[in-house]
């Protein structure tokens, strides 16, 4: 029994070593042959080099990558070993004893005895922690999901504004180039008396300005991409070779119903799934606390040699709960019931709230963007009408680039207006917790187990 109840496993030490950590973090990047395998069979597609990283696909190497889900994956194989543990019975316990006696009047002077303490635990009561366990464990496997999330949603907003800042970069570097030239013509037309001081100092300062905010949209592109890598858990310039497909991010086609949305926030929201298992939790409690009014029974059979005289013994001991019959632990597992179910009807009241609120500013951001892109149409109409009059020789070239600036500027207030609806989009995403741009919902988050 002695040998039986030996360990057999030995401790292994793990140390962490920070400048090999820093240094393989240092090593990630998107042409990792591992993340693109893990990529390539999550999409269900044959192994090979992605031309384009989309969405999907940065939203996959963000769920192999990042080390809040790593994080979040440990806790649950903790959460999975303590479940384990919980359904296992208690083991029993050996006790001995030697004694010599002083006197022995001829007989051995030696007391030797080993007791065996066997504890049973009803049905009742070892169901009950099971289901406690149980519960909880479900609580830290929804709350990776959560996190699962979480990622991805940083990872849509990151990647949207690094999208915008580079649109962004190309039209200021088009108001740039028209600046310069219009600067020019007003300048030849100075020398030639045909442009005022005032008009050639305004173009000169209007120049400047257009410098000066490209110089800031190049600032910003460099750092949207470093959020952006810190959101796919990769260092800064892990992006720097890689390719972005723009045409990833959509708005939906069609416009999102009411009771749609707020239907999926219900099905989808993880906080109320999670809320829903702390609830289960506190019922597997209460049942715990109910079958502990059931005395603790511990078999004990023990053998002594006292002195010549062999002793059998056969005891039992109860651990008896009679002065208030577990009366104070049940109450507050009552309690904590009572607190799960309000905590989840509170939940659910606000996230019927915030998801009408999201919709609603996403369909005000859609209204906005037509309007913006009216604008730009009839800024494109301008440019194309001007350039009819300098071919026919009715205007100069100076109000076709005048013109062409005006649909530039059109064209950054279309093209805030866009990604501001992406941003409401990303908002309404959230309240639901469920991708509404017509990709695919998240993969099985839990399918990485490689905790290196």
Not at 91 to 114: F, N, T, Y
Not at 321 to 328: E, F, Q, R, Y
Not at 368 to 391: D, I
């Amino acid at each position: 029994m002695l040998a039986g109840g030996c360990a057999t496993r030995t401790y292994e030490a793990r140390p962490i070593d920070p400048t090999k950590a820093s240094a393989q973090w240092r090593e990630r990047s998107l042409a990792d042959p591992a993340l693109l395998a893990w990529v390539d069979r999550m999409r269900g597609s044959p192994a090979g080099k992605i031309d384009a990283w989309g969405l999907p696909e940065l939203t996959l190497a963000s769920l192999y990558l990042h080390p809040d889900l790593e994080l979040a994956r440990a806790r649950l194989r903790a959460a999975e070993a303590a479940q384990y543990s919980a359904g296992l019975p208690k083991s029993p316990r050996i006790s001995g004893l030697v004694e010599h006696h002083s006197k022995a009047d001829g007989i051995s002077p030696w007391s030797i005895g080993v007791g065996l303490e066997m504890p049973i635990r009803t049905d009742a009561r070892g169901e009950a922690q099971r289901e406690h366990s149980a519960a909880l464990t479900e609580v830290v496997r929804l709350e990776v999901g959560a996190i699962a999330w979480q990622v991805r949603n940083r990872l849509r907003a990151a990647l949207i504004e690094h999208l915008a800042a580079e649109a962004q970069l190309a039209l200021l570097q088009s108001e740039l180039d028209l600046r310069e030239e219009a600067t020019r013509m007003i300048e030849a037309r100075l020398v030639l008396g045909a442009a005022s001081l005032s008009e050639t100092g305004e173009s000169r300062l209007q120049l400047g300005s257009a410098a000066m905010a490209y110089r800031a949209g190049v600032a910003a592109s460099h750092k949207t991409l470093a959020e952006l890598a810190a959101a796919l858990g990769l260092p800064a310039d892990a992006l720097a070779a890689a390719t972005l497909d723009p045409a990833a991010i959509t708005p939906p086609a069609e416009r999102l119903l009411a009771d749609d949305v707020q239907q999926a926030a219900l099905l989808n929201r993880i906080d109320l799934r999670v809320g829903l298992a702390h609830y289960a939790a506190a019922e597997a409690r209460l049942r715990l606390e109910i079958a502990r009014q059931v005395p603790e029974i511990t078999l004990g059979p023990g053998f002594f040699f006292d002195q010549g005289d062999r002793i059998w013994s056969l005891g039992a001991s109860l651990l008896l709960a009679l002065s208030d019959h577990n009366a104070g632990p049940i109450a507050e597992a009552e309690a904590q019931r009572e607190v799960e179910g309000r905590r989840f009807l509170a939940l659910q009241a606000r996230v019927i709230g915030e998801q009408a609120a999201a919709l609603r500013a996403y369909r005000n951001a859609l209204r906005q963007l037509e309007k913006a892109g009216t604008v730009e149409r009839a800024a494109a109409e301008q440019v194309a009408a001007a350039e009819r009059r300098v071919t026919a020789g009715q205007d100069d070239r100076l109000d076709l680039v005048r013109r062409r600036l005006e649909r530039v500027l059109a064209g950054k207030a279309l093209l805030a207006a866009r990604f501001e609806t992406q941003r409401a989009l990303g908002a309404l995403e959230d309240a639901v917790q469920q991708p509404l741009d017509g990709s695919a919902p998240l993969p099985d988050v839990f399918a990485r187990n490689d905790p290196s």
